[in-house]
């Protein structure tokens, strides 16, 4: 099993930034993925941004250039950092963790809610 427990969101203008966190616990040895997911009301969950053990990382093609996923082993964490937001960006974001590529069975954490208006 492995815990993981989200931080950082809010509320934040246009053009802000915040920088959500993810500190992961439990049977984090075998974790061979990390991602940040979110979902809008009325929208299905989408994978926003991932990172693997290896380094590799991927993004939507929608947050590309304005988020950047980023990970420290040392505090079992991984963090989302959000520039240039945009009113489209309002969900609840999930961090989660898997043990596969592509992320499958996936460990979530409980969300936080980033809100982007004006």
């Known amino acids: 099993q492995v815990q993981l427990v989200e931080s950082g969101g809010g509320l934040v203008e246009p053009g802000g930034s915040l920088r959500l966190s993810c500190t992961a616990s439990g049977s984090i040895f075998s974790v061979y993925a990390l991602g940040w997911y979110r979902q809008a009301p009325g929208k299905e969950r989408e994978l926003v941004a991932s990172?693997?053990?290896?380094?590799?990382?991927t993004y939507a093609d929608s947050v590309k250039g304005r988020f950047t996923i980023s990970r420290d082993n040392a505090k079992n964490a991984v963090y989302l950092q959000m520039n240039s937001l945009k009113p489209e960006d309002t969900a609840v974001y999930y961090c989660?963790?898997?043990?596969?590529?592509?992320?499958?069975?996936?460990?979530w954490g409980q969300g936080t809610q980033v809100t982007v208006s004006s």
């Open positions: 989660g963790a898997s043990h596969t590529w592509p992320l499958s069975n996936v460990y």
């Open positions: 990172i693997r053990s290896g380094g590799r990382i």
